[in-house]
């Protein structure tokens, strides 16, 4: 006899460390196609239907092969990345099974809020001051990602190396990118942000557990993280204090979201969701500045530009 569905259904049990805490530990994934920001498309409209969400991932998916038949050139090299290169996932992230039609899941039209009238004075003159030179006087002029310093943190999905490893001890939680290969350690011992002197790349991370809960505590970015390509946060920059919530929801899955509260940028605090996905695979080294010849490169083309235009 066939037992009652009821008694099929598999019930998971958060698993936990030899120390009690809570097991997040493993390589994750977050790729998506679900983009940072709503398109103005769905207006208001926060989830997709199943077919929609099919549809949407579908018309996605085709535009994303930069190779495919008709698409519009990519400065400088005819044709973009095919799918040999991205890997960016083919579905669009989910909560509760329903696809998400942005990442930001507050304030409900699904955009970065308003810049704050001090911001928008600070990005008027840094646009000014930016006017006033070649796109590439220096190595200064490209940002840091390029430079092999950051993508900063949290990191947003990109086109490819959306894995993390998670590591976790009695007194901290490791959590390293395989983009950039960068490692952040969060403190679990209770010990405070340093003083507002120290600025690091990453932030200052300190942490807690909040019943399953990991919530993170981070402050102390640099200001020049605003030059991070897949930044979080759009123009912020030291002023960012950012508390993210990391909560395992199933054997293979994170719910991940943090909150951006930054006044000195934007008009008022915003929240992204970003699921990850458990993988059976290792993370492989990135070693950003073996052969990186684009940057020397890009700078004699500028030069070399610079004097024919003398001639």
């Known amino acids: 006899m066939t037992a009652p569905l009821a008694a099929q259904v598999k019930h998971w049990t958060q698993p936990h460390t030899p120390d009690g805490q809570p097991d997040i530990q493993g390589n ?171 600025r690091l790349w990453q932030g200052d991370s300190v942490g807690h557990w909040e019943g399953d809960t990991l919530v993170v505590d981070t402050t102390n970015y640099r200001d020049e993280v605003r030059f991070a390509s897949f930044n979080c946060c759009g123009p912020a920059g030291e002023g960012m204090h950012i508390v993210e919530r990391f909560r395992r929801v199933d054997e293979n899955s994170i719910d991940f979201r943090y909150t951006v509260d930054d006044p000195s940028t934007f008009t008022r605090p915003w929240t992204v969701a970003v699921p990850m996905t458990r993988i059976d695979e290792p993370l492989f080294e990135y070693a950003c500045h073996e052969g990186n010849y684009a940057m020397e490169d890009i700078l004699k083309g500028a030069r070399a530009e610079e004097a024919a235009k003398k001639k």
């Open 28 to 198: 994750w994934n977050n790729s998506t196609l679900t983009q940072l920001q709503r398109p103005r498309e769905f207006a208001n409209k926060q989830y997709l239907s199943e077919q929609e969400t099919v549809e949407l991932e579908t018309r996605l998916a085709k535009q994303g092969n930069w190779d495919r038949p008709g698409a519009p050139p990519q400065p400088g090299t005819g044709l973009g990345y095919n799918y040999v290169f991205w890997d960016a996932g083919t579905k669009l992230a989910r909560i509760d099974g329903r696809g998400l039609t942005s990442l930001i899941i507050d304030p409900p039209d699904g955009r970065m809020p308003p810049l704050a009238p001090e911001a928008q004075k600070r990005e008027a003159a840094r646009r000014e001051a930016r006017s006033q030179r070649g796109p590439f006087e220096s190595w200064l002029d490209l940002n840091l990602a390029e430079r092999c310093l950051t993508r900063a943190s949290p990191k947003l999905p990109g086109g490819y190396n959306n894995n993390v490893q998670i590591i976790q001890t009695r007194g901290s939680v490791m959590i390293m990118s395989e983009m950039l290969h960068e490692v952040r350690v969060i403190r679990l011992d209770g010990s405070p942000h340093p003083s507002p002197n120290v």
